[in-house]
């Protein structure tokens, strides 16, 4: 008998998937496009343009793509559950696809990050973030690559809903539209070349 895992796709190899799972965190962007709090949600939108690739898909709560990046096959992932339920859709996903942790690769804004400016992370807990808490409860690890947009603070503590989910001055979304492109070429990096070497051209 022939191993059917081999011959139903070239993505499978005894099983493994070898294509990366690249996820964006945010909120529908019907209501919240142009939100602090939908980073991830943008940054996915500026890989699929700089790669030509159309989320047209439909499925596990998500839209969704499978595209090419450096070479590589790769699923891009949108969730539609809102941010706090991130980590259902991702788990649907993983679980169809049979997709490593390490091929995981999770982009979210931050606040404890300056505008403009990315980290990347192999792993890590999921700080005061919801949907990171989301993804982590669902997937039951933390070993998983993440991208984090910076986004700052707001002036007042007390202000931080409004300011992550309100809309963002026109005088503030070119920095944050750097973040966004820094984010971008910072998963291309990783599919190239591996998350070491982005870790330190990024960081």
Known sequence: MYNISI??????????????????????????????????????????????ISITKSKFKALYEIGIIQGKKVILLKPQTFMNLSGEAIKEVVNFYNIEAEKIIVIYDDIDTE??????RKKGGAGSHNGMKSVIQELNTTEFIRIRVGIGQPEFKNDMINYVLGKVPEEEQKVLQQGIKNATNAVEEIIKNGIDIAMNKFN
């Open 7 to 52: 011959l139903i796709d070239d993505y499978i190899i005894q099983g493994k998937i070898k294509m990366y799972l690249i996820v964006g965190l945010g909120n529908p962007e019907s209501e919240y496009a142009n939100t602090r709090h939908n980073m991830g949600f943008d940054t996915i939108n500026e890989i699929a343009k700089n790669n030509n």
């Open 115 to 120: 505008k403009g400016n990315i980290r990347i």
